[in-house]
Nanobody, 116 residues
């Protein structure tokens, strides 16, 4: 069984920074990619950033240059460094892992609130 646990969310003023963490436990066979998604009130869940098994990254246009996704394989942890936060970044942020046989696994989410 795979478990994903997010942490690091909270309340921050516009222009501030937060770092989200996603601790991954369990066996993942044939990892395809890992990523962060977010869902704001009344909106659909959207991809924020993704990192492939090979280490390639891609970002939503709205966060390019401000957010950085990374992972520490030794710690089985993925991170999202968020800088220059804006009120429109307010959302619940979800950790996602996609693997060959399991498909998508999700964390329960962590709330990020950016005040203006």
């Amino acid at each position: 069984q795979v478990q994903l646990v997010e942490s690091g969310g909270g309340l921050v003023q516009a222009g501030g920074s937060l770092r989200l963490s996603c601790a991954v436990s369990g066996s993942i066979f044939r990892l395809n990619h890992m990523g962060w998604y977010r869902q704001a009130p009344g909106k659909q869940r959207e991809l924020v950033a993704q990192i492939t098994n090979a280490g390639s990254t891609n970002y939503a246009d709205s966060v390019k240059g401000r957010f950085t996704i990374s992972r520490d394989n030794a710690k089985n942890t993925m991170y999202l460094q968020m800088n220059s936060l804006k009120p429109e970044d307010t959302a619940v942020y979800y950790c996602n892992v996609n693997s060959l046989f399991r498909g998508d696994d999700w964390g329960k989410g962590t709330l990020v609130t950016v005040s203006s």
